[in-house]
């Protein structure tokens, strides 16, 4: 007998899969994202009161749509100021209800692909800000209820429910089309898209605050993300550079913190707890990418940087130069300081402290690092290669006076105690 525990988790495994399928299915039918959003979740509503009772659907996607559909009418029926976008609406839904039998297949019809890529357009359309763009793919392509969300990036759930009706009524105001951008709009158009998955991944990969290191929840949502876009755009190079990223990067999870949850720094990670099936995944990505045989993107190159670290059996295999030469050609496309910051790391592994001092100094003065707390912690690092304990030890404890993370405070502040201790000796 299936207990009431396991129903409920099968649904929400269900919802997490089918939802971006349904909503997508609807817009086209109604037009109007927050619409079609609201008659999924009410569609859903129904699922959990029907389906513990009477049992799961061969084809619950179908099912919901169609629920879905079924209380459009209602509801258009109910209001008579929407007669006119009854009549455009009713016929269509009106074919399904009086079908005798309908198959699933008829009620969500293809290109459903098609219609997944745009509602993933749509949700990182350019008209939202960053962090409604986040919120509402999470939402509408995660699956994502209001509470996980706020629950994800630490906000209050009001604070989310709000961003996310915004932006919902944003799109509606700005008649926003839902349709996948032209050929000439695609490149920036998919670069917003990208980035908003990347940096779900990335908030998941090393939380910006909370008590955690990583957050697994992020981190596979923004890959299940990834997954999708690169089959729903099977020659765009960067959404396999994408997923072989996240991939490699998350390969390394069980290895990147010790049993008390404490960050583990990559030199020190036990690899056999790599997992080697991440791993082949994202290099068959990653060689997916190239085989498109386009310029190499951002996200290809950070992934090639990647696949240096996961091909190597041990820190001393790890090819350094290539890992310079692969962030030089990311730093000619896409010049960032944080990029510069990288690069250094790199240039003191395969070229010495020294010559990677020389290039961070520059960096220092930089007011977009002014925050960020890898900076003096990695000039920290390279002080404390070259003898120079006293100043790494102030390099510390400004990094972990800027970290917002407490592992990574606690953690700083112990290197800060043991370098100041050597100076003092």
Known sequence: MTRPGDTQRTIDAIWRIESARVVAGLVRVVNDVGYAEDLAQDALVLALEKW???????????????????LAVDRIRRDQNLTR????LAPDVEADRRAAT??????????????????VFVACHPVLTRDAQVALTLRMLGGLSTDEIAHAFLA????????????????????????????QELPERLAAVLEVVYLIFNEGYSASSGDRVIRDDLCGEAMRLGRRLAALLPREPEPYGLVALMELQASRFAARTDR???????DDQDRSRWDRTLIRHGLAALDRSVALRRPLG??????????CHARAATPADTDWERIVALYDALAALNPSPVIALNRAVAVSRAYG????????????????????????????????????????????????NLAGNAHDRRAL???AAAAQQRAGG
């Open 260 to 266: 008390h949850g404490d960050q583990v720094l990559l």
């Open 102 to 119: 309908p198959q699933p297949d008829a009620i969500v019809e293809d290109p459903v692909g098609d219609d997944v890529l745009r509602l």
């Open 156 to 183: 209050p759930s009001a604070t989310v429910g709000q961003r996310i009706s915004r932006a919902k009524r944003t799109l509606s105001e700005a008649q926003v089309p839902f349709e996948i951008p032209s050929e």
């Open 413 to 415: 502040l112990e290197l």
């Open 298 to 307: 951002p996200y290809t190159l950070q992934a090639a940087i990647a696949s």
């Open 52 to 70: 513990p009772r009477d049992g799961i659907p061969d084809n619950p996607g179908a099912w919901l749509t169609k629920v879905a559909r079924n």
């Open 353 to 400: 402290p020294d010559e990677a001092l020389a290039v961070i100094e520059p960096l220092r003065g930089d007011s977009r690092l002014a925050s960020y707390h890898l900076l003096p912690s990695v000039r920290a690092d390279l002080l404390v290669r070259l003898g120079r304990d006293a100043e790494a030890a102030a390099e510390f404890e400004s990094a972990a």
């Open 85 to 88: 976008k009854y009549a455009v």
